[in-house]
């Protein structure tokens, strides 16, 4: 289970203080420490100063006594500081000087330096002081001990760390509070978008007061609810056209066959009842074998079966296979233009036929239809026109939608079941092209498009 929006943030607020806090932490101690350096330093050196200047001025083995006496009183009981002066005279040494600092003597340049004595670390410097009357040549250390500055330091650090891991919970608790009032708005939607009744799908979610981000956001989540509004009234129309389609011919299986039952019949009555019946089973199968095609498309079936072929070859074809119909309807066709492109040809006679067809359905006697084929740079075009009545403009964009009408009472609308263009269409997407109408005073066109692309291959 992912941990809520405010714990996210107030943990990712936590990580950024605790990463500032540590580098400001660092940072500080460092500072500290360097100044601690310098101020023990500086204690070293003006210790040395003033021991080095009573050394000078000793020039006798009496008044070295003296200096002697000094230095004791300079020494502290703890032994926090240490003095000692060598001499190749044991007359003229003060401190037992330890064979480790005689070492590092022997082999150090000069300036400060760290020795551990009896368990202390202790900063150190040194000075040289040439012989003045009795007095040989010395050699002056002045160490101070290191602990209570590292005591000092080691407290600044604890409280430096206590103190930011105080910050960061501090920050946490409040992160999460600020993020809670930020995200208010955002519960709120959701508490309003939870509330949208399926029962009414005009519902949509305020816009106003909210902030800029949730604004945009609302109004695509409204958008996408448009677009689900309309497929549903569409899904509505599509079950109520379906079930219309297969009423009648299912009323008319049943009302034959039930009169055929009403009394005793001859063989070539009731022959004449299962031919009837035959030719409404024939309709129903047609409108469901139509739909699957139709199916198969909208899950994304394209044409994989593809040939270079002639168009207008095709559209030939087509005519000369619905030659009878157009002697019954008396209109001719006439075959404009050719292109050539990889297209399956079983589905293009099928939406050439379906164009055909509504166009011989909407012509008058005498008529005549125009087929024209172009090469429109990667797309071959296919455009039938027939002289008719002007479709309106409003109805145009909906010619291929299934079970579509443009007026239920016109002439010969019933004879089809109303997805001739609707299959135009899917022959159209399974090629990779599209469909277009247009209707002016001269007559009405519809067509198609095909992609002039080899097809793509099935995953």
Known sequence: MKAAIATRLAVMFAVAALGVFSLVGFALRHVLQRELDRHQLSEVNTRLEYVGMMVARNDSAEKWQSLRSKLDALTPLDGSVRFWVMSPNPRFEYGDAPTMLRERLSTHTGGPFVIDLEGRSMKASSRSFASNGERPAVQVVTAVDSTRFLDTLNAFAGALVALSLAGVALVALLGHRIAKVGLAPLSSLSQEAQSLSPRDLSQRLRLSPLPPELADLVSSFNGALDRVQRAYAQLEGFNADVAHELRTPLANLIGQTQVALAKERTAPQLEETLQSNLEELDRLRAIVNDMLFLARADQGETALHRVQTSAAEEVSKTVEFLEVLLDEAGVSVRVEGDAHAPFERSLFRRAASNLLLNAIEHSERGAEIVVAIAQQESKVRIAVT???????????????????????????????????????????????????ATSTAGGN?????????????AP
């Open 445 to 457: 066109t519809v067509g198609f498009t095909l992609a002039d692309a080899p097809a793509a291959r």
């Open 386 to 436: 027939n002289p008719g009545t002007p479709i309106p403009e409003q109805h145009l964009e909906r010619l291929f939608d299934r079970f579509y009408r443009v007026d239920g009472a016109r002439r010969n609308s019933r004879d089809n079941h109303g997805l001739g263009l609707s299959i135009v269409r899917a022959v159209a997407k399974m090629h990779g092209g599209t469909v277009f």
